[in-house]
T-cell receptor
Framework: AQSVTQPDIHITVSEGASLELRCNYS??????LFWYVQSPGQGLQLLLK??????LVQGIKGFEAEFKRSQSSFNLRKPSVHWSDAAEYFC???????????????FGKGTHLIIQP | EAGVVQSPRYKIIEKKQPVAFWCNPI?????LYWYRQNLGQGPELLIR????????DSQLPKDRFSAERLKGVDSTLKIQPAELGDSAVYLC????????????FGQGTRLTVV
């Protein structure tokens, strides 16, 4: 079955430190990959996406993610976090049909990021 | 450009009462989704529309949930009757007419059933 796993429920990082949030997926082919961020009481905002090509993708707010096919992973990184980065982060995948159609996004359970001063 | 608009933002109802949520997608977006997000979880797809056609409603609890998208623009999601377990955030999202594009989300409706 298709699935998305975010193994870390909570992560605490000091302000200014680097960050890596993990995401793994289970699928027979390469899906389209996304990272979304959700602040309290808000909807989801797209940080970045990977469809094909360069496996290191840049997003908004200084985030980047690297697709590793051999590990079925799409980890999110940021070299130096800011207090405003505290939020819930969701990895999501879009599984494509061979005919070109797709279902809706499948989300991981999210990682809650806490920033220590 | 206006984003996806949802209303109401918050709703508190007693169990067994009906409730409806409204969504106005981004102009020109033909794909519309309704997701449910339980506390501490990621969103889960309830139904997906391509224009006015519901192309995937396999996760919609059809005994009490219904949805419509008249004229392929606005959409309404209804629950009747509501149960305590329906308390969640209901998110609407839309995508433009190109395969694989990302979904743009509204701010959601937080439903509390008491």
């Amino acid at each position: 079955a298709q699935s998305v796993t975010q193994p870390d429920i909570h992560i605490t990082v000091s302000e200014g430190a680097s960050l890596e949030l993990r995401c793994n997926y289970s699928y027979g082919a390469t899906p389209y990959l996304f990272w979304y961020v959700q602040s309290p009481g808000q909807g989801l905002q797209l940080l970045l996406k990977y469809f094909s090509g360069d496996t290191l993708v840049q997003g908004i707010k200084g985030f980047e993610a690297e697709f590793k096919r051999s590990q079925s992973s799409f980890n999110l990184r940021k070299p130096s976090v800011h207090w405003s980065d505290a939020a819930e982060y969701f990895c999501a995948v879009l599984f494509m049909y061979s005919g070109g159609g797709a279902d809706g996004l499948t989300f991981g359970k999210g990682t809650h990021l806490i920033i220590q001063p | 450009e206006a984003g996806v608009v949802q209303s109401p933002r918050y709703k508190i109802i007693e169990k067994k009462q009906p409730v409806a949520f409204w969504c106005n997608p981004i102009s020109g977006h033909n794909t519309l989704y309704w997701y449910r997000q339980n506390l501490g979880q990621g969103p889960e797809l309830l139904i997906r529309y391509e224009n006015e056609e519901a192309v995937d409603d396999s996760q919609l609890p059809k005994d009490r949930f219904s949805a419509e998208r008249l004229k392929g623009v606005d959409s309404t999601l209804k629950i009747q009757p509501a149960e305590l377990g329906d308390s969640a955030v209901y998110l609407c999202a839309s995508s433009p007419p190109s395969g694989g594009a990302e979904a743009f989300f509204g701010q959601g409706t937080r439903l509390t059933v008491v």
